[in-house]
């Protein structure tokens, strides 16, 4: 297959989380002689508030083919409603331009879901990383409309696999099994002198040494919880009060509740004045599993101290329910978003210390397999419900190695 005919892959890319996972598969689609990438930036990937991380993309060598402008402001259920309309309607202006073989989706997120309706419905095939898998908020339900809309499927876990299969996918679409993620993190240079500066010279606050104990905090919106964002952040933060350990602190993604969020931490930082926190808008992929990789302790509510963290050992503190019913590895703590609990799970945690390297998530070498998946899939455009009377025999996937899931 020469350049003229080779097949064009589009990878949509909605925020910074994100992007970290998909830049080794993008790099894989790039070097593979029978793929064309394409990439379009939407959501927080181009939104100046959040640094626009699309620039990391450019500095990383990757062309961007369009920029999408999707998301109303005002954080609420309404304006994230909107905003998938909105981006139904730009997905579909630009898949209309850009004209991909498939489209490749990544995750849970809302502005994921417009790009895959606006696929579906322009009868291009989609390939949809990370399904299967089960999580609080509306991502739970968000992730499983994007399984049942997607052609094809690359879940991070044999338990993903399952379920897939018990939601009615053809176990013949289920192409490899690991989460790309894994792929930074086994690569990792943990050298942290070029990481301190770029910590330091953004956000606000104290100036953290990455080579003392410090924490990592995210902690974002589960917007089936609207309306209690304001006094979970306070725990939250009443709890890091009383432990006084330096921390990074990212700002929240732009779900319902968000803006409820930064303004919480915003008004601790005035009436507080705390010496110890540093709020940071944005880290490229590498500085953040650097830091997360560091950190003597992650607390707050990111998927990324799923199935990151558990490849590079970090103790976690996993608050609320934004994450129930995620797979875990042993080096987290799950508790709900208490001052006295999170105090307690925390200094558990720093008495434990760093975990072994777990493979749950993957094996850090995935992105390969999907390219290579890609390259070789025959797309199709009619979707039919798929069922088994058995489920399938585990032992036909070789752990996070490459497996072609059959029915028994």
Request: proline share 5%; charged share 20%.
């Amino acid at each position: 297959m020469d350049n003229a005919s080779a097949r064009k892959i589009c990878v949509v890319l909605v925020d910074r989380a994100n992007y970290g996972r998909l830049k080794p598969v993008m790099h894989s689609i790039k070097s593979h002689p029978k793929l064309e990438l394409q990439v379009l930036a939407a959501g927080t990937m181009v939104l100046e508030r959040f640094h626009q991380p699309v620039n990391n993309v450019r500095a990383d060598g990757f062309n961007v083919n369009g920029e999408i402008y999707i998301e109303l402001e005002g954080s609420t259920p309404a304006t994230m409603a909107k905003s998938v309309g909105f981006g139904v309607v730009e997905f579909a202006s630009e898949f209309q331009r850009l004209k991909p073989d498939v489209v490749l989706i990544i995750g849970d997120r809302y502005e994921a879901l417009a790009a895959t309706v606006a696929a579906a419905f322009m009868n291009i095939c989609i390939a949809h990383i990370q399904g299967g898998e089960v999580s609080g908020s509306i991502d739970e339900s968000t992730r499983h409309a994007i399984s049942k809309l997607a052609h094809f499927h690359f879940p991070s876990t044999k338990r993903s696999v399952e379920y897939l299969v018990r939601m009615g996918e053809d176990p013949a679409t289920i192409l490899s099994v690991g989460c790309p993620s894994s792929d930074i993190a086994r690569q990792l240079d943990r050298d942290l002198s070029a990481v301190m500066p770029a910590v330091n010279a953004t956000g606000s606050g104290a100036t953290i040494d990455l080579e003392s104990p410090f924490f990592l905090v995210v902690f974002h919106p589960t917007t089936t919880e609207y309306g209690d964002e304001r006094d979970q952040m306070a725990d939250l933060l009443e709890a890091l009060y009383e432990l006084k350990t330096p921390t990074i602190m990212l700002w929240p993604n732009i779900d319902a509740g968000a803006d409820h969020i930064s303004k919480t931490i915003r008004v601790f930082r005035d009436r507080v004045g705390p010496t110890w926190l540093r709020a940071v808008t944005n880290l490229s992929p590498e500085d953040y599993l650097k830091v997360l990789s560091s950190a003597s302790c992650a607390i707050g509510n990111s998927s990324s101290f799923v199935r990151d963290a558990s490849f590079l050992g970090t103790p976690v503190v996993l608050t609320g329910s934004r994450q129930k019913g995620r797979e875990t590895d042993e080096h987290v703590t799950h508790v709900p978003v208490e001052a006295s609990k999170i105090v307690a799970a925390v200094r558990k945690q720093l008495a434990h210390g760093r975990y072994a390297s777990s493979n749950l998530y993957g094996d850090g070498q995935v992105s390969e397999r999907i390219a290579r998946e890609l390259a070789g899939l025959t797309p199709y455009i009619q979707k039919c419900l798929h069922f088994i009377h058995t489920d399938p025999d585990p032992s036909e996937i070789n752990g996070n190695e490459f497996a072609r899931v059959s029915p028994k």
